[in-house]
Each structure stands twice: as C-alpha cells, then as structure tokens.
C-alpha cells in the first residue's frame, strides 16, 4: 500500500471521529487543601471541542490523497 494512500485513509478515519464525537474529554485532578498530612484533591473535567471545519479538512483532504494516489497508478 502507498504511504498517499494510507494517510488519506488515516485522514477520512479522522475526519470521521471528528465529526461524530465534536470533541473530547479529559479529567486533571488538583489538589485544593495540602496542610501538612492532610491533602484535599478535585477532579476537574475539562474539554476541548473540535469544530467541525477540522473534520471536514481532514476529511477533505483524506479524499484528495486517495484520488491523487489513484490518479499516479
């Protein structure tokens, strides 16, 4: 298999995930209290969202990989 073809492939599965989970979630934990032995912590849920341009470029681009490599057959 091309390398072309192969990333396009990566790109659409990319491009796919993004458009279908919009982003993902992340859970840091913090301390909030740390007196000598006593330490408090919180967990902080945190997301980043992905717009949805990122999956159509990724998409995009994916499709135009695998027409290209194709093309150079």
Same mark, same amino acid.
Request: aromatic letters at 6%; charged letters at 15%.
């Given at each position: ?14 491009? =796919? ?5 919009? $982003? ?7 301390? !909030?209290?740390? +007196? ?11 997301? =980043? ?5 990122? $999956? ?7 499709? !135009?990989?695998? +027409? ?6």
């Amino acid at each position: 298999m091309k390398p072309s073809t192969l990333a396009g492939i990566v790109l659409i599965a990319i491009g =796919l995930v993004a458009f279908t989970y919009q $982003g993902f979630t992340y859970t840091t934990r913090e301390k !909030v209290v740390d +007196v000598g032995p006593i330490q408090i912590t919180a967990d902080k849920t945190k997301t =980043l969202p992905l717009p949805p341009i990122v $999956g159509a470029i990724a998409l995009v681009g994916g499709i !135009v990989l695998l +027409v290209m490599g194709n093309k150079k057959s």
